[in-house]
């Protein structure tokens, strides 16, 4: 049981940094970023390559994260801002285009072969059965405090207070003379930010590999939906459902309705379990599950 | 002027060189090998490439064939099956050649042996596994051991090592399903149980899922076979996840530890092809050292080097080098017993090598042993 807990924690540790970024940006610019979690893997590699040349692994995460941040606000300003004119549907098939330009960079760059960071091999953490690693103990606590920190953020300080007005009225926070450029640059960058972090901290287990954004694709959307697309803490509260659903479904033994001992569904196909809880979310609360907060400030 | 002279040189040259292949032609018989020698099997093709370089040198240097020099042309397969087809005919139709040996993926070897039986070229298998290798018809042969046999001896050997309740993992192609499938068969005829299996799909970054899946059956140890990387990802996420503290079987052990840090590895167990042995087999294995100055890199060598030797003694033995004179030799040689590097080699009614070796390995102190 505690196993568990442990591992729908550890799930929603990976989704978490990248679904709150995805949606708080959102929130501001109102088109789904695509691309958004292409920037995760290439903060994964950004921060293998500078790990690789011998930065400590700190300062790698560290540099590799403001560094994705970066690259987030120039394809924003160079792209989507354009792109934007448009209309957030002609966004959203761009960043879709962007995503692949991405894929195909890193690809060329780096070769489809995963890299993994060299760490040495430490003993996990064993308390009451259950096991964590102490990389993925650093990565949940390290999350936990960056969330803390943007609770404070957005609900104690000025900044935060600009940032929701500008999300629920654009119109009526610009007449009140709001930077609405200098606020949306700002929350470009920190979502960048936060996507590289969790993209390299996420690949620190498992490895820099391309399809490390693909393959968070769906469940950070189906996170950040199910939280309403635009409300940041409802997309973490998203990504602990998903993250739960997940890990329950992995653990269900089919075997008893075989006639088998054991039998579980092949993991490949758990995502739909996500899916089917992001379908009914659609049907019933489309605007995700806390919409209430999503419409007001 | 210049143009002429050019057109000039063109034509003596290709007359030159029709003169001289037509010579070349007379006194040397050649058969054709397709390996992967670029993309990811690399490093497996140009293995058994060495070995079959060797077994040319060595059948050349006692006489050659039926009074000839024995030539091996060989192609690349680039690990794709088109270019593998494209290199096959090839051979058949431009080099003329009348046997085949190779390749290495069963995906890539059966389409390739299919075209090369119906062409009436013979085909002699010196690297894949599937079962379907013993179906390609009667003028293909093999000498390497398949699914089948492998999977009744991991079975017999897990089983004689005390373990009776096993958790299976696989990856999900044709070749896992095969191992998950035959292992299973073979290990409940023995009276032990599968417990839980799981096919992984490749290419992943994590399997952690699938093995606390796999964890939840308790099992007094591991099955696993896996390709290099992967095996890396699921040794240390199994090590992570406290599930190396029973014993981890590995089918096919070079590329289950090949890619996997030393420390996790110390002490692994498994099988494999059988490495050359005995008095023959040492002797290869210093020549190799000496020719190629390095050891072996895999298991397979010592099938293209026997794979040579074969066929020379079949052409010998056929007294002609047509395809049907060297399928009467190989069937010849195989009902006699032909003694290779790998062991002998005898064929049974379908042209498959019987009781094909294989080792028990351990992985200790740094590189994998006999156990």
């Known amino acids: ?297 | 002027m210049k143009k002429r002279n050019f057109l000039k040189l063109a034509a003596g040259t290709l007359l030159v060189s029709g003169i001289f292949s037509t010579a070349w032609a007379q006194d040397t018989i050649s058969i054709g090998a397709v390996l992967p020698l670029t993309g990811p099997s690399a490093t497996v093709g140009e293995d058994i490439r060495r070995g079959i370089e060797l077994g040319v040198e060595h059948v050349n240097a006692n006489g050659g064939v039926l009074g000839k020099k024995l030539n091996v042309i060989i192609e690349d397969s680039g690990n794709n099956p088109t270019s593998a087809l494209t290199a096959a005919r090839k051979l058949a139709t431009v080099d003329k050649v009348p046997a085949v040996m190779g390749e290495y993926s069963s995906s890539i070897t059966l389409p390739m042996a299919q075209y090369l039986v119906k062409e009436n070229v013979v085909h002699l298998n010196i690297g894949s596994s599937s079962n379907k290798i013993r179906e390609l018809g009667p003028s293909a042969f093999n000498i390497i051991g398949l699914e089948e046999n492998g999977n009744r001896f991991a079975a017999k050997d897990v089983y004689d090592l005390g373990h009776r309740n096993i958790a299976l993992i696989a990856p999900n192609n044709a070749y896992g399903q095969g191992v998950a499938h035959g292992f299973k068969e073979e290990f409940e005829k023995l009276g032990g149980k599968v417990t839980a299996q799981v096919l992984y799909t490749g290419g992943q970054s994590t399997y952690r899922r699938e093995l606390q899946q796999l964890a939840r059956a308790n099992p007094d140890a591991f099955l696993y076979t896996a390709y290099g990387h992967e095996s890396a990802v699921i040794n240390r996420e199994g090590k992570e996840l406290g599930l190396r503290n029973v014993p981890w079987y590995a089918y096919i052990m070079s590329m289950s530890v090949s890619d996997t840090p030393a420390e996790i590895a110390e002490g692994q167990i498994g099988m494999e092809l059988g490495s050359p042995t005995g008095e023959l087999g040492k002797k290869y294995e210093e020549a190799f050292k000496a020719k190629h100055s390095e050891g072996f890199k895999t298991a397979f060598n010592g099938y293209g080097y026997d794979g040579v030797l074969l066929m020379a003694a079949a052409i010998e033995k056929g007294k002609g080098t047509s395809p049907a004179e060297i399928v009467a030799g190989l069937k010849a040689a195989g009902a006699e017993g032909f003694t290779g590097v790998t062991g002998e080699i005898k064929f049974d009614d379908e042209g498959q090598r019987i009781d094909p070796p294989y080792d028990r390995l351990k992985y200790e102190g740094g590189k994998l042993v006999l156990r």
Request: proline residues 4%; aromatic residues 8%.
């Open chain 1, 1 to 297: 049981m505690l196993q568990f807990l442990v591992d729908a924690l550890l799930r929603t540790a990976d989704l978490a940094l990248i679904t709150l970024g995805l949606s708080m940006l959102y929130g501001l610019i109102k088109f789904p970023n695509i691309a958004h979690v292409q920037y995760a893997m290439c903060g994964a590699f950004l921060a293998y390559a500078l790990n690789s040349i011998g930065l400590p692994l700190v300062v790698a995460l560290v540099l590799a994260s403001v560094l994705t941040g970066v690259l987030t606000l120039g394809v924003q300003l160079l792209v989507f801002d354009r792109l934007l004119k448009s209309g957030p549907a002609i966004a959203m098939i761009g960043s879709l285009a962007v995503s692949m330009v991405l894929v195909a960079c890193v690809l060329g760059l780096a070769g489809s072969f995963p890299h993994m960071f060299s760490m040495p091999y430490t003993e996990p953490l064993v308390f009451g059965g259950a096991r964590i690693s102490k990389t993925q103990l650093w990565f949940v606590a390290t999350t936990v405090v960056l969330l803390a920190l943007f609770v404070l953020l957005l609900f104690h300080t000025q900044i935060g207070r600009a940032m929701r007005a500008l999300a629920c009225n654009p119109a009526l926070a610009d007449a009140s003379g709001l930077n609405a450029r200098r606020i949306t640059n700002g929350v470009t960058l920190i979502s960048g930010m936060l996507a590289g972090l969790g993209g390299s901290m996420l690949a620190l287990s498992t490895g820099a590999h391309v399809n490390l954004g693909y393959d968070l694709l769906l469940p950070v959307f189906a996170a950040a939906i199910l939280g309403g697309l635009g409300n940041p803490l409802g997309a973490v509260a998203g990504a602990l459902l998903i993250a739960l659903t997940e890990t329950t479904v992995t653990n269900i033994n089919f075997g008893p309705l075989f006639g088998e001992y054991l039998l579980f569904l092949p993991v490949s196909y758990i995502s739909a379990a996500s899916f089917l809880i992001l379908l009914l979310a659609l049907l019933f609360k489309p605007y995700g599950l806390f919409d209430r907060e999503v419409r007001r400030v």
